[in-house]
């Protein structure tokens, strides 16, 4: 058994996995970083968009600080965020992105003069200043006051990821790509490392190390349709859920995207909207702005999505093979817009739907997108429950970004929690001492193999791992998408709780020889249904509507019952649902809750008598 | 109808001392709007789940499902299946090292690269948290982030017959990427630093010129413009050099 040491070991290699391990190694650590695939290829890279900072440089960003930032964070969020950390988050962006320059990230620079734009579908003018020539330049995107988003053309992501990887490679941080990360290695109180699968071989390996972050990034593999990249799968929370000790956050908080394409749900950028580009329905008519008539498209996308899924619902959408969908118009952006500015978007109209933008409609439709929820940590990115172990990026609720994530914001919360969290580990491991015990670490190996035996032989039964999957997916895609309700959450959780007997009784059809595909899924397919159960019953529970979830049955935001966080935990292994517990969604209260100025206003407040209460049907 | 596709693929997992090379017939009926990206995978569902390659965006932007295409190396995701002919060969990329199937591993091989080439910005200034970014010319922006739209897929790689025939031959990514910093204001690198990173026959001087790397880059890189250019810069490095300068 290959054993590596190090002080600090990353489960990810994306932006805020890489983000931490350079902090820490310029303190001096050794670093390395796991990842299932080469660090670019992480799925930070296809974030087309941008990063929020409120740096204030184009005309269209004047007035903009991190007060405005801070605020729109805490309303986009629906009031579920933990404020101290939003303010932290918005304060420290504007520094980041400098940082960013510094390293290397081509941001786009402001060109002082006039210059065209395009809101709801009509051409506007701006001067950008003279004075600000050069600095780093903004656009607008969806649910801010300002524009707020630095980019670089349409390939923000990857721009920074590329950054960000080479700046590791200077520093000497290692990248152990092609490594899977399989369980944690802990005894209850202290995280010592992983135990991984190598991915050129097959074999198993032990990491172990003085503190461990989980950067894994998403889940969104665990529904059928998702903009995620197929390695989001949620591999890494499983580790962490099989310990019972570590809490997962409000795991019901999913983000729907309002323009995934039809049918291979890859998304088309928020940038379309915030350049002007508007939905249209099966009339070619505009919708958006008779439900949201100041914001129209540009509406938050908890908002978008579900005024579009309700305007399909009403009998507006197309009628498709792939079943319905709405159309993106971006046409009178002209050529050299979309082939420039929206490249990207261009070349996956044309490669993956044979549509032309310049000339064509888009047909898209909202699909799962964002996990708000996720390993729960303080503000030091410091997981609950187990000493040593740190989580930060989209695989954290850290959590500034409550029941709804603003495009733009989790992008730059990659590069400030991975830079934050990158300080406290440092800290850490300054006063570390760590001892660790060879008996832990061979029973989790003993473990790790013996459930890698049992698929393999079929010892537990013949399952085919693919179909249970699918079962899994089919019952949040049905119950526990953007509207939901008692009814099919019940069914949705019933569902589940039958897929979690089949997930143990799955078998391999293949010899699980090498680096063997069937057999990763199958490793993970449990956790995974664990997983899913926590956001079907989590949302069962919550019987609110709050940002990105929605109670056909219980419609208004209730934040005397609910202004809280789910905390998830799976406490034995023979259980059959997860064990819920709640917390206060802040301490520090900057702006109390009230009208987001978006969406609808529905809310019971704090001091709404109890028996005032339920306005649900 | 639809048609009944026929995949060629190429099989071998040296992790099992029973495999040896071969090619694998699967029969697969096609559908609407269908990709290699789904065809592979309902391969793998439905009939081989052994099966091994590698996939992660599906959408064009990561670079990892580079393989060779009915002869030419491309992006397997990016590749829609109505515009193949009925029998379809799929090989790994060659040059790197073969993990299984159709995935190798360019992961070690680009992280090798990054060291060779120092794939980073060279510069003696500190970062300032307390001061305004340093300006930019949003026109040097957008020309650094042409050749920064690389993705690391190994299709120049593999379609280049210098790098199929050295393997310490730099090949085409690595070239545009040191053309990469070569034009940003911020590597304060001089043209004699990057003259001894590809001045020589692993670098600019071992390439033929005959463009297979432009051919293939699905991100159309312009890769003959970059390969000029470096020729140029270094061949006038080269000669100062030879007089002393
Ligand atoms: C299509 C798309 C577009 C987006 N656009 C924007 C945007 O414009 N602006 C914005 O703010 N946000 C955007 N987002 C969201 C944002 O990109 C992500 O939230 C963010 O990049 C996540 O970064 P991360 O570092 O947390 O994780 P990731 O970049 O996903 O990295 C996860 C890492 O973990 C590794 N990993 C996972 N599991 C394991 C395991 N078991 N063992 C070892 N390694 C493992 C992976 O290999 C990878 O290296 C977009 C998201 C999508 C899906
Ligand atoms: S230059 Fe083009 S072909 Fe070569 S690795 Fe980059 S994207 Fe791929
Ligand atoms: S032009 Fe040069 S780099 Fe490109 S394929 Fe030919 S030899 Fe290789
Ligand atoms: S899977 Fe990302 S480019 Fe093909």
Redesign the pocket.
Known sequence: MQTIYTDFLV?????????AAVQAADAGFSVI?????P?R????????????ASLGNSVMGEGDCPDVHFEDTVKGSDWGCDQEVARLFADTAPIEMRRLAHWGVPWNRVVPGKSIYYKGGKQFEKIEAQEKEGLIMARS?GGTAKWR?C?TSDG??HAV?CTMDNRCAQMGVEVH?K????ALIQDGETCFG?V?RCLRTGELRVYLSKATM?????F?RIYPN????V??????H??CVNTGVVPMGNMEAVQF?PTGIVPTD??V???CRGDGGTLLDVNEKRFMHEYEPEKAELASRDVVSRWMTHHMREGHGVKSPYGEHLWLDIRHLGEEHITGKLREVYEICTSFLGVDPIHQLIPVRPTQ???MGGIRTNKDGAAYGLKGLFA?????CWDMHGFN??????????VVA?GIVGRKIAEYLEGCETEFKTSLINDEVKKQQARIDVLVSCANGSENVYKVRRVMQDALHKGANIFRNQEGLETCVAELQEALVRAGKVGLRSDGKGVNPELAVAL?LEGQVKMALMVAYGALQRTESRGSHNREDYTARNDRDWLNRTLAYWKNEGDTLPTLEYEAATEVVEIPPGDRGYGKSEIISADTPKDAGKKGK | MSRLLKFNIFRYNPEDAQSEPHMQEFVLEETDAMTLFIALNRIREEQDPSLQFDF??R?GICGSCGMVINGRPGLACHTKTKDLPGEITLLPLPVFKLVGDLSVDTGSWFREMYTKTESWIHTEKEFDPEALEERMDNKDAVSIYELERCVECGCCIAACGTARMRDDFLGAAALNRVARFLIDPRDQRSEKDYYEIIGNDMGIFGCMGLLACEDVCPKHLPLQNQLGFLRRKMGITSLKRLFGK
Not at chain 1, 179 to 182: I, R
């Open positions: 489960v990810g290699a994306g932006l805020a996995g890489e983000r970083c796991l990842s299932l695939v660090a290829r992480s799925h930070s890279s296809a974030a087309q968009g941008g990063m929020q995107f988003t980019y923000t992501g990821m790509d490594t899977e990360a399989v992983v991984a989980i950067a894994a990034g998403g969104g998702t903009t995620n990249a390695i989001c799968d949620g591999g890494a499983t580790m995207h890859i998304l950028t928020e940038g997108h964002y996990s930060a990026g989209e695989a954290a994530r603003l495009g733009g914001n989790s992008l730059a919360e990659t991975g993970k | 992660c965006c959408a």
